[in-house]
């Protein structure tokens, strides 16, 4: 989706309430193991695949309840794009479904890059 960033860490954001976190990034042994715990999860527990499983678990439950909830109260319809909490506007559960596979695996394309 376009319209939602995949990049950027939540830290750096104008609400941001804490100052630790920006402090522990300009350390370069703290750095250097998150980058290496985070390579070591990336190739099992962050695989693209392993996140594409664990949604398939997730809303295969759902999927109609889901189909009922959408033709009740379209996603469209609740998410306005200038809205402050914005989620992909698409127009059925699949379509919703692959919108958030399709957000994580550039979310982590995007740590990939951030984190080598």
Known sequence: MASLLTGGF????????????PRLTKDPAFMA???ERYKALRTRL????????RIAQLTAPLARA???DFAK????????PNAFV???SVGSWP???EALRTFLHA???WMDGKLE
């Open 33 to 35: 193991r998150a980058r």
């Open 10 to 21: 939540q830290f750096e954001g104008a609400r941001n309430v804490n100052d630790w976190y």
């Open 86 to 88: 914005r989620g992909p």
């Open 95 to 97: 379509e919703q479904v």
């Open 107 to 109: 979310r982590l394309r």
């Open 46 to 53: 962050l695989s693209e695949a392993a996140f594409d499983r």
């Open 66 to 68: 889901a189909e009922r």
């Open 73 to 80: 109260w379209p996603v469209a319809m609740v998410l306005p």
